[in-house]
């Protein structure tokens, strides 16, 4: 199983993490925090473990420790974060021809689709 967590804010001090399989959307697990933490996204990992769920991958966001919590098991940034964190480095309308080009193809990344990635493009 693959699995995808997200936590998702509602005002300051509420949020929802949830874990949940990418092929089915099923959710596995999901928590009321606080905050984001480490801790609790080890602490869903190892309940889903414990329900006898192996876990194929682990698609997260780019929370700083959790490759090294999780090393047995392959992790993968979601795409949405990875350009994100591109986005921060370019500017809206770049100028140099390379920036220009980066752009495009991380625009053309976000509307691709598992079908099209395989084929080329």
Avoid: W
């Avoid at 190892?46 to 780019?62: H, R, T």
């Amino acid at each position: 199983m693959n699995v995808l967590v997200g936590t998702t804010y509602f005002g300051r001090n509420f949020s929802v993490m949830v874990f949940m399989d990418s092929f089915s959307g099923q959710v596995l697990y999901y928590q009321y925090v606080t905050h984001k933490a480490n801790a609790l996204y080890e602490q869903g990992i190892e309940l889903i473990k414990f329900n006898n769920i192996s876990i194929q991958s682990i698609i997260c966001d780019d929370r700083k420790g959790l490759f090294k919590l999780f090393p047995a098991v392959p992790f993968q940034m979601c795409q949405f974060h990875q350009s994100q964190i591109i986005m921060r480095y370019l500017t809206q309308k770049p100028k140099l021809e390379t920036a220009i080009e980066l752009r495009s193809l991380l625009l053309q990344l976000i509307k691709i689709d598992r079908l099209s990635l395989k084929n080329g493009m």
